[in-house]
Structure formats: structure tokens, C-alpha cells
DNA sequence: TATCTTCGCTAAACCGGTTTGCTAAACCGG
DNA sequence: CCGGTTTAGCAAACCGGTTTAGCGAAGATA
């Protein structure tokens, strides 16, 4: 049983070279400052007693940390599965790294999202998707610590970057219409919390507002009963989808909120021997990269989802490296439909009855 | 312009509370050993100044963080572009999250990671795929931070969790060698560092083991121009199975050892208008979520990718959380092929041939 | 030779908390 | 009323570095 080795500190370096504190640290963040000799000679001192400068003491001088974190309204296990994240974290990343940051995922730890971010050590955050009027935006402000929203209401007083949810929704919804679909199944993203109803300003509501109106320019309605919602990712659509053909809805299409669960629903109405497009089109939302490769390529609004985690970086870093004179930014990216296979003219019967009969 | 507020300190607090900082401490972390009533009082104070304890601070004197890193060998802008990394993340991050461990991604910093990772406050490291003679490995060690290596030659003295990586390779070699395949194209993950050749015992050169130990048995070989490598990307798989294509290679099966970029090259595949099965198997690796859902489904190689991030978390908190009596521990999970419909047999005159002629 | 710089280095303060050791007052049984 | 135990709270040390102010010696300038 080996005796776990203790860390050398400083003042071991310093002892061990016959020289101060000061001048070991030196000899490592501005060796300018000692003649060449020593400080190669405090530095060679240091490599073979193995000591490295304790990251956490330096941050507490330095008063900043180099780390930018991400901030999850659900548990980092449920958010990972959804490909959308892992394109939202590329961008994210490759910002943060160009600037030297690394990345530090913050996600409501034992349900409180405030005690895990009160643990944090970061320099600011980006917060996806959380609804504002949650108490941890106001407790990060209070905290001092600079916050970008994305995907969530914008705040005046934070940056934020937001996407055209309700214009993407709203192509989507006009394409299905065009095609002749007049009875539709929306599948919406869970709400973080699945306490009370739907966020009114989450990204849920902002979409099926979009899909809404569509109907309503033709002069229909998208009753409450036809959307169901559930977690955002392919399990969650194969589960929102049987639930819907249980409670005996018969949609000719379906509207997702996000690319994994329209391709749970495709899978789920493939189970039932439904074809897609033949009995049910399904539009997504994303355009998560595997979208044009799934069976049949996905129709769905595409959305700069890299672009969104850059962004949400770029505006963080210039506040937080304080080269901000003019407040927060507000940056809204467009969305587009793209259509590909999994959309296509509403089944005949169906365009003429009120309801679907399907096979 | 308004003033950047100053971060409340907890001598504010006593000093306005009229009481010691080590009261105001107590009152946050030991509240019984003061009167109640006090410890209401300073609690109150100490919200109404907007009081929170600096978590570097605090870090500083509890030797702890809570936190675990996540160590990648490539930036984490390509690492999260591979779906199979989401999925590990989702594994990682739950096993993290459920001992109350938040996340902290490492990536190389302008091309350092050793850089990195002395920035990093972490009580414990993961690291994935990282070939085991990386110094960082020996810099980590002495910096006394416990890691567990994934998917790297296992070192005896840190943690490990490794798949059946050649037995994996194996099957899905032999699986082609019965539907009639000799001339196969292999497709191998880049190695992190683009410098010297293969890493002798990286996962590349694993798999490859297991496709060659297969075709070795039945007396065929895979000679080294038939291995073509490129970032495990959709489009690292497409760029491979191109440059293949224009090096005149034409191969009746594909080995990939990524899903994504089995997906990459089925879309190449296809845009030359061939057919797969019919002109070209592929086969991949990982088993992603997306995997069947991708046309046609892919036959591929399954590894069970969230529980590897979970025992790689469960090691890791054992020695972290000093529960471990019986040193570093290694721990292997089983691979096993999943035949779906990407894979079929040879096309007949390429079985008579060396060389398939296409189209 | 006297004064001014520069060079090389150090002592001490500081970052913002937690923890240890101790004391004075209150409490307690006898 | 006395010695012993709690209780409530404080001062100081500590975590492990960085940074400021300053000092003596050497070199430059006058």
C-alpha cells in the first residue's frame, strides 16, 4: 500500500533552490524578471522535484479562471443524447478553445441548478435553453458572473442569441399545409422542468406559436390535444408518438421539435407498418447532421446550430474580457425549412375526410 | 456605463452582521455550532448583500473541487462532431452527476494539452482515447491527479477500461468474408496526433488487428494500401472513401471503424450511384443510437458506449473518494457485430475477379 | 567621487475563504 | 458557592500561490 505522494509546494522549490517564493514564481510567469541562469536553474529544480503551480490557488490570485462554462436546464445524461448538443458544444468549443478557454458543464445537480452553479468556477456562462424567469439567471447576475442566454427569451440586460423559432416553425407548418395535410401531430420538447405546464416563452411555445399561425392562415387550428411532448431525443419520439396513436389520434403529418424525435416518430410509425411519406410526412426541426442520411432523409427547419454555440462565445468572451463598451448584444440567427424525403402529399382519403383512416 | 458591481466578501458580511468571518463561515457550513437565531441573522445579511462563498476559495482550503475532467486528444470542436463521444459524454456525465461531480472538458490548448491540464481543477481525470505513451499521461501522474485511461493500451498502474476491440474487428471481418468479400477497403480513425504514423497500440491499429487476424485465417491478407484513415467525422468517412476511390481502389465491402464514418462513406458511396448492399457493404463500429435508423440500417460493430463512461466515472470516484484498497482496476467490456442491412453479399463477378468492376 | 539607474532578488501583503485552538460566559449538579 | 462542562464566538493560522514595494550591489552618468 503506497503512501500517496504529496504535491510539492512552492515554498518546497524555493527551500530546495535556496531562494524565495517569489522568485520560484517568477521563475515560471515572468522569468524576465531573474537572471537567465537562476531561473532555468529554479525551473530545473522544479521538473525534478515534479512540481507544477497549484491551478486552484493561481485562479484565486489571478481572480479569473480560463474556463467558460455551459449551463443545462436538464441532467447532462438526458441533454447528451440529443444530437442537437453535441452540434451546439462543437461550436461552443471551437470558440472557447481559439480563446484558450476550456469548457466546464454545469447541469442542476441533485435537481438544484443555483448550488451547482454556486460550485462553479468559471468566468461566465452560456446558458442553453434555460427559461428566464428561472431564479439561477438572477442568482448568477447577483453572483457577478457575466451570462448568455441562448435559446431562451432574451433578457435586456444580458447577451443572448436566439434563432427565428416561430418563422421556422411557421415554413414548416406552411409546407405541410401546401402539401395538403390539414390533420397534424406536434411533438414539442419537454419543458426542463416538468413541473408546471409549458414555459409560455420556452422554445416549445415560441414554435408551436409558428405552427399556429400557419393553420390559422388557412383558417385552421391546431386543437391543444393534438401536441404531445416528451424528452428531446429518439427514445422520447417513439414514446411521444405511441402515446398520441393511443389516444387515438390519426395525423396524416407530424411536426417535431427536434430531429431525434421525428426520428423516434419515423420509427414508431414504421413499427405500425405506416410509410413515409406515403401515410405520414414528418417534418423535424434541426437539421442535425445525420438528417439527410435516416430513412428517408429528413424534412426538417435547419437551424445554425454551430454558429449558435460560436456566437454564444463570442458575445460571452467580450464581456467577459471586458472589450465591451455598449452592453449586451442581442443576436437572432435565421432558420429555413429544408425538404427532403420525409414529406409528401397528404393521403387522398384523408384530404377529403376530417380525420386520417389509416390502412 | 454603469459600474461593474464588487463581489460581496465575507468579511462585508461580518463586518455588517457585527460578527467574526469565522461566524459568517459557520453560519454557511456548520450552522449548529452557532446560536440559531445567529446564524438566521448573518444567512440574512448575507443575502440581502447579494453574499455568495468564492467557490475558488473554497476550493483552496477543502482540497477538493467536485469536480472530474474529461480528457480529449483532439480539440473538442472535432471530438464532439463524433456522435460516439455524445454518447460517452451521456455516460460520463451520469455516473458525474449522480456523486454530485460536475464536468470539465480538457482539450489541447493551442496544441498543448500538458498546458491544459495544468490549468484544469479537477480531483480526477478521464481520459479518452489517449495513446498511453502521450507524456501528459506521466505529467498527470506526478501532479498526483488520479486518471482512468478508456480506450487506450492499459497502463498497470492507472485505472483502465478497454472494449474487445480486436475481437470486435474480428466478427465484422468474418461477417464480410462469409457474404463472399475479398477485397475490402479498412477505414481508421486519425490518430490524435497527425505526426508519426499509426500509434502501434491506438484503437486503429487494434481494429485492424482483428480485420487482418479474420482474413489471415482464411488465408488472405489486407495490405496497407487498402487502409485509408481520416477523422471520425460524416465527413472524415466521405473524404476517406473518396481519396480511396481516386487512388483507384475499388473494394466490394467496407470496414469503418466508426459509425459516422460508415455513414460518411455510405453517402459516397451513393453519390457515385452505387448501391449498398448491392455493389458495396459497410460496416461500421460503435453502434450509435443512430445506427438503425440510418439507410440502409448499418450493419456495425456494437460497444456498449454509455456504460463505458460510467465504469470509467465508478473507477475513477473509487481511488478520488480513497475507497480503494486494492489498487487501479481494469475493466473490460464485450464487443459484439450487429448485422443489419448495409452488409450483403459480394456482387458475383467480383467474386470471381481480384478487383470488383462497378457500373 | 557622488548620484542615478538598472539588475536581481526578497519580505510581506494579499486573494477569499476554512479550520484550529482558545476564551469568556452560561449552565449544571452537588 | 464551587469546580466542571457546554455553548457561542473570536483571533490567528492556513490553503498555495501572485504581486507590490523596496533593498543592496553593480554599472552608468556627470
Same mark, same amino acid.
Given at each position: 500500500?503506497?503512501?500517496?505522494?504529496?504535491?510539492?509546494?512552492?515554498?518546497?522549490?524555493?527551500?530546495?533552490? @535556496?531562494?524565495?517564493?517569489?522568485?520560484?514564481?517568477?521563475?515560471?510567469?515572468?522569468?524576465?524578471?531573474?537572471?537567465?541562469?537562476?531561473?532555468?536553474?529554479?525551473?530545473?529544480?522544479?521538473?525534478?522535484?515534479?512540481?507544477?503551480?497549484?491551478?486552484?490557488?493561481?485562479?484565486?490570485?489571478?481572480?479569473?479562471?480560463?474556463?467558460?462554462?455551459?449551463?443545462?436546464?436538464?441532467?447532462?445524461?438526458?441533454?447528451?443524447?440529443?444530437?442537437?448538443?453535441?452540434?451546439?458544444?462543437?461550436?461552443?468549443?471551437?470558440?472557447?478553445?481559439?480563446?484558450?478557454?476550456?469548457?466546464?458543464?454545469?447541469?442542476?445537480?441533485?435537481?438544484?441548478?443555483?448550488?451547482?452553479?454556486?460550485?462553479?468556477?468559471?468566468?461566465?456562462?452560456?446558458?442553453?435553453?434555460?427559461?428566464?424567469?428561472?431564479?439561477?439567471?438572477?442568482?448568477?447576475?447577483?453572483?457577478?458572473?457575466?451570462?448568455?442566454?441562448?435559446?431562451?427569451?432574451?433578457?435586456?440586460?444580458?447577451?443572448?442569441?436566439?434563432?427565428?423559432?416561430?418563422?421556422?416553425?411557421? %415554413?414548416?407548418?406552411?409546407?405541410?399545409?401546401?402539401?395538403?395535410?390539414?390533420?397534424?401531430?406536434?411533438?414539442?420538447?419537454?419543458?426542463?422542468?416538468?413541473?408546471?405546464? =409549458?414555459?409560455? *416563452?420556452?422554445?416549445?411555445?415560441?414554435?408551436?406559436?409558428?405552427?399556429?399561425?400557419?393553420?390559422?392562415?388557412?383558417?385552421?387550428?391546431?386543437?391543444?390535444?393534438?401536441?404531445?411532448?416528451?424528452?428531446?431525443?429518439? *427514445?422520447?419520439?417513439?414514446?411521444?408518438?405511441?402515446?398520441?396513436?393511443?389516444?387515438?389520434?390519426?395525423?396524416?403529418?407530424?411536426?417535431?421539435?427536434?430531429?431525434?424525435?421525428? =426520428?423516434?416518430?419515423?420509427? +414508431?410509425?414504421?413499427?405500425?407498418?405506416?410509410?413515409?411519406?406515403?401515410?405520414?410526412?414528418?417534418?423535424?426541426?434541426? *437539421?442535425?447532421?445525420?438528417?439527410?442520411?435516416?430513412?428517408?432523409?429528413?424534412?426538417?427547419?435547419?437551424?445554425?446550430?454551430?454558429?449558435?454555440?460560436?456566437?454564444?462565445?463570442?458575445?460571452?468572451?467580450?464581456?467577459?474580457?471586458?472589450?465591451?463598451?455598449?452592453?449586451?448584444?442581442?443576436?437572432?440567427?435565421?432558420?429555413?425549412?429544408?425538404?427532403?424525403?420525409?414529406?409528401?402529399? %397528404?393521403?387522398?382519403? +384523408?384530404?377529403?375526410? @376530417?380525420?386520417?383512416?389509416?390502412?
Amino acid at each position: 500500500m503506497e503512501l500517496r505522494t504529496i504535491r510539492p509546494r512552492i515554498a518546497d522549490v524555493a527551500r530546495e533552490a @535556496g531562494v524565495s517564493k517569489t522568485a520560484v514564481s517568477f521563475a515560471f510567469n515572468s522569468p524576465d524578471r531573474l537572471a537567465p541562469e537562476t531561473a532555468v536553474r529554479i525551473r530545473e529544480i522544479a521538473e525534478q522535484l515534479g512540481y507544477t503551480p497549484h491551478p486552484v490557488a493561481r485562479m484565486l490570485t489571478q481572480r479569473h479562471t480560463l474556463t467558460i462554462g455551459v449551463l443545462t436546464p436538464q441532467a447532462l445524461s438526458v441533454i447528451f443524447s440529443n444530437p442537437f448538443f453535441g452540434a451546439f458544444s462543437e461550436g461552443v468549443a471551437g470558440a472557447a478553445e481559439e480563446s484558450g478557454y476550456a469548457l466546464h458543464f454545469i447541469s442542476p445537480l441533485h435537481g438544484s441548478l443555483a448550488r451547482a452553479m454556486s460550485r462553479a468556477t468559471v468566468d461566465g456562462v452560456v446558458a442553453i435553453g434555460l427559461s428566464d424567469d428561472h431564479p439561477e439567471v438572477e442568482q448568477i447576475r447577483r453572483a457577478g458572473v457575466p451570462i448568455v442566454l441562448v435559446d431562451s427569451t432574451a433578457l435586456p440586460e444580458h447577451g443572448s442569441v436566439e434563432i427565428d423559432d416561430v418563422g421556422g416553425a411557421r %415554413a414548416a407548418a406552411e409546407h405541410l399545409i401546401g402539401l395538403g395535410h390539414r390533420n397534424v401531430l406536434v411533438i414539442g420538447v419537454e419543458p426542463p422542468a416538468p413541473s408546471v405546464a =409549458i414555459d409560455p *416563452d420556452g422554445v416549445t411555445s415560441r414554435r408551436l406559436r409558428g405552427y399556429r399561425e400557419a393553420f390559422a392562415a388557412v383558417g385552421l387550428e391546431i386543437p391543444d390535444e393534438s401536441v404531445v411532448v416528451g424528452p428531446a431525443s429518439i *427514445d422520447g419520439g417513439i414514446a411521444a408518438l405511441n402515446r398520441a396513436w393511443e389516444d387515438g389520434m390519426r395525423p396524416t403529418a407530424v411536426l417535431a421539435m427536434s430531429d431525434a424525435m421525428a =426520428i423516434g416518430a419515423m420509427r +414508431a410509425l414504421r413499427d405500425m407498418r405506416l410509410t413515409i411519406p406515403g401515410d405520414v410526412s414528418v417534418v423535424g426541426f434541426d *437539421d442535425i447532421d445525420l438528417a439527410p442520411h435516416v430513412d428517408p432523409p429528413l424534412t426538417t427547419v435547419h437551424q445554425p446550430i454551430r454558429r449558435m454555440g460560436e456566437e454564444a462565445v463570442s458575445l460571452l468572451l467580450s464581456v467577459v474580457q471586458r472589450r465591451d463598451p455598449s452592453g449586451p448584444e442581442h443576436r437572432r440567427l435565421e432558420t429555413r425549412l429544408i425538404v427532403r424525403g420525409s414529406t409528401g402529399p %397528404a393521403p387522398l382519403e +384523408a384530404q377529403r375526410e @376530417g380525420a386520417g383512416v389509416n390502412d
